[in-house]
């Protein structure tokens, strides 16, 4: 429940459940604000953006997820952020990860400032989609992507959103936890499934990045970014697509100017895996 005197619109979708979850969903509809859409899966990212391309016209649009907690004044502290400027504005904020066993609350601060493309091509950089808040003119860019739903393996619709302000508008980072993500049972992101401790973390890293494709996936979802948006960015960011989407230049990637991960084991072990290739 959020504390806000603005009209605020849900749209649900489900995508294929077989419990009886849209019984569940037909009921809340009977509420003026609520809207329920039941399809077929096509994907965590075509199913938001399909929802965001429904949504009739509003100041602000929100993502959640069904296992996301938003803090009840979410919304009122993005709006003020946010305002009502014209240009592509996409907020962001920390969270954090709920245990639904032992009621316990960790801290999530993710993200790092200033925000870049290397970042964004190279870690998937993102305010999780649970926290962004795009105004409208953000939501007309990200809807270009239903001109084509380019089929993604790696990329998200907030990592999507958050390449897009990147790019063509501007990002507001509030480091205040304004949502709660419920870890329970098997529901978990990338993140929570490999990151529980650092140890676990570090050796789904080598596997996904060192041993495995991970990061040549990660850049095959970027060209497709590209793709759609590639003639509307400046010169000097294409530059900097074409030089990280690309195999070659590795010592000039290795010696690149600006810091990408916030560790330093973790920025040495990024620049290996430009030295072998592997991102």
Same mark, same amino acid.
């Given at each position: 429940?959020?504390?806000?005197?603005?009209?605020?619109?849900?749209?649900?979708?489900?995508?294929?459940?077989?419990?009886?979850?849209?019984?569940?969903?037909?009921?809340?509809?009977?509420?003026?604000?609520?809207?329920?859409?039941?399809?077929?899966?096509?994907?965590?990212?075509?199913?938001?953006?399909?929802?965001?391309?429904?949504?009739?016209?509003?100041?602000?649009?929100?993502?959640?997820?069904?296992?996301?907690?938003?803090?009840?004044?979410?919304?009122?502290?993005?709006?003020?952020?946010?305002?009502?400027?014209?240009?592509?504005?996409?907020?962001?904020?920390?969270?954090?990860?709920?245990?639904?066993?032992?009621?316990?609350?960790?801290?999530?601060?993710?993200?790092?400032?200033?925000?870049?493309?290397?970042?964004?091509?190279?870690?998937?950089?993102?305010?999780?989609?649970?926290?962004?808040?795009?105004?409208?003119?953000?939501?007309?860019?990200?809807?270009?992507?239903?001109?084509?739903?380019?089929?993604?393996?790696?990329?998200?619709?907030?990592?999507?959103?958050?390449? %897009?302000?990147?790019?063509? /508008?501007?990002? *507001?980072?509030?480091?205040?936890?304004?949502? +709660?993500? =419920? $870890?329970?049972?098997?529901?978990?992101?990338?993140?929570?499934?490999?990151?529980?401790?650092?140890?676990?973390?570090?050796?789904?890293?080598?596997?996904?990045?060192?041993?495995?494709?991970?990061?040549?996936?990660?850049?095959?979802?970027?060209?497709?970014?590209?793709?759609?948006?590639?003639?509307?960015?400046?010169?000097?960011?294409?530059?900097?697509?074409? %030089?990280?989407?690309?195999? /070659?230049?590795? *010592?000039?990637?290795?010696?690149?100017?600006? +810091?990408? =991960? $916030?560790?330093?084991?973790?920025?040495?072990?990024?620049?290996?895996?430009?030295?072998?290739?592997?991102?």
């Amino acid at each position: 429940k959020q504390k806000t005197e603005r009209n605020v619109v849900l749209y649900i979708r489900d995508d294929g459940s077989k419990d009886n979850t849209v019984n569940i969903l037909k009921k809340y509809e009977e509420a003026e604000n609520i809207h329920v859409s039941c399809g077929e899966n096509v994907g965590v990212i075509n199913s938001f953006f399909e929802l965001l391309e429904q949504c009739t016209e509003a100041d602000y649009y929100a993502f959640a997820d069904q296992d996301d907690v938003w803090n009840e004044d979410k919304l009122e502290r993005a709006v003020h952020r946010i305002g009502k400027t014209a240009a592509p504005v996409l907020y962001c904020a920390d969270f954090e990860v709920w245990n639904g066993q032992t009621g316990e609350l960790t801290p999530c601060s993710h993200l790092s400032e200033p925000f870049s493309i290397v970042k964004s091509i190279v870690n998937g950089d993102s305010g999780f989609g649970f926290t962004q808040v795009l105004n409208p003119a953000m939501r007309t860019l990200a809807l270009r992507y239903m001109e084509t739903k380019p089929k993604l393996t790696q990329y998200s619709h907030d990592m999507w959103c958050h390449l %897009l302000a990147v790019c063509f /508008g501007e990002i *507001l980072y509030d480091q205040t936890p304004v949502a +709660r993500y =419920r $870890r329970y049972g098997n529901n978990a992101s990338t993140q929570e499934l490999h990151g529980g401790n650092r140890f676990s973390h570090r050796l789904w890293q080598i596997r996904q990045f060192l041993l495995g494709a991970r990061g040549k996936l990660f850049r095959e979802d970027v060209r497709k970014f590209l793709e759609i948006y590639g003639e509307d960015l400046a010169g000097e960011q294409r530059d900097v697509f074409e %030089l990280f989407l690309n195999d /070659g230049h590795r *010592l000039k990637k290795v010696f690149w100017k600006e +810091r990408i =991960r $916030r560790s330093i084991t973790d920025e040495i072990a990024i620049r290996v895996l430009f030295l072998l290739g592997k991102v």
